[in-house]
């Protein structure tokens, strides 16, 4: 199982910026897929899951209306959409997948299990 993000730069706040992600090894039909994000000095968060136990997709909060994911399984491919973005937005960003059965709420609080290295996506003007 392979993950690779791409996608991150240096954006204005305000900004928008688009991240991928390839999965190979696995299907898309039948893993969870998510995004998460670690910024220096704190620690590893959710921002969106798709559960492959329910299907339903979760986002944190804090990035809720903000930030929207979207796969194409034909593709294997998952993407990250990110608009209106914010000094605090910048972190390394990761992909994740999982084949276990769970929900995106679920793999978004406690992660999952195979990872991809991740794009830094910058904030700044």
């Known amino acids: 199982v392979q993950l690779q993000a791409s996608g991150g730069g240096l954006v204005q706040p305000g900004g928008s910026l688009t991240l991928s992600c390839v999965g190979s090894?696995?299907?898309?039909?039948?893993?969870?897929i998510g995004w998460f994000r670690q910024a220096t000095g704190k620690e590893r968060e959710g921002i969106s899951c798709i559960g492959n136990g329910d299907g339903v997709t979760y986002y944190a909060e804090s990035m809720r209306g903000r930030f929207t994911i979207s796969k194409d399984n034909a593709k294997n491919t998952v993407y990250l959409q990110m608009n209106n973005l914010k000094p605090e937005d910048t972190a390394v960003y990761s992909c994740?997948?999982?084949?276990?059965?769970?929900?995106?709420?679920?793999?978004?609080?406690?992660?999952?299990?195979?990872w991809g290295k991740g794009t830094q996506v910058t904030v700044s003007s």
């Open positions: 090894g696995f299907s898309l039909d039948y893993w969870g």
């Open positions: 994740a997948a999982d084949s276990a059965q769970g929900s995106g709420r679920h793999f978004c609080k406690y992660g999952m299990d195979h």
